[in-house]
């Protein structure tokens, strides 16, 4: 079992910048995808940017070239680093995890981005 702890979440003006943490409870070795969403009210939860135990990334177009995904192996932890951050970009953001297949979520941190 996979425990997922969000944090960063938080209030900002258009343009700004906020990083997101996802602290795993396991190896982040051990882990084979592990990405994050996003889900805004009355909408869908949806894929903002992944990465796989294979080394494959991928990035929502609607986010490509202002967020990036990192991570810090010794600590077992995940970034979201959001940049150029847009009115529309408002949501709760969840870390998910795949591992010895089955799916794990975080608690979700809220980003509110003011215009």
């Known amino acids: 079992q996979v425990q997922l702890a969000e944090s960063g979440g938080g209030l900002v003006q258009a343009g700004g910048s906020l990083r997101l943490s996802c602290a795993a409870s396991?190896?982040?070795?051990?882990?084979?995808?592990m990405g994050w969403y996003r889900q805004a009210p009355g909408k869908q939860r949806e894929l903002v940017t992944s990465?796989?135990?294979?080394?494959?990334?991928n990035y929502a177009d609607f986010v490509k070239g202002r967020f990036t995904i990192s991570r810090d192996n010794v600590n077992n932890t995940v970034y979201l680093h959001m940049n150029s951050l847009k009115p529309e970009d408002t949501a709760v953001y969840y870390c998910?995890?795949?591992?010895?297949?089955?799916?794990?979520w975080g608690q979700g941190t809220q980003v509110t981005v003011s215009s």
């Open positions: 990465f796989s135990s294979g080394g494959t990334t």
């Open positions: 396991t190896s982040i070795f051990s882990i084979n995808t």
């Open positions: 998910r995890a795949t591992y010895k297949g089955r799916l794990y």
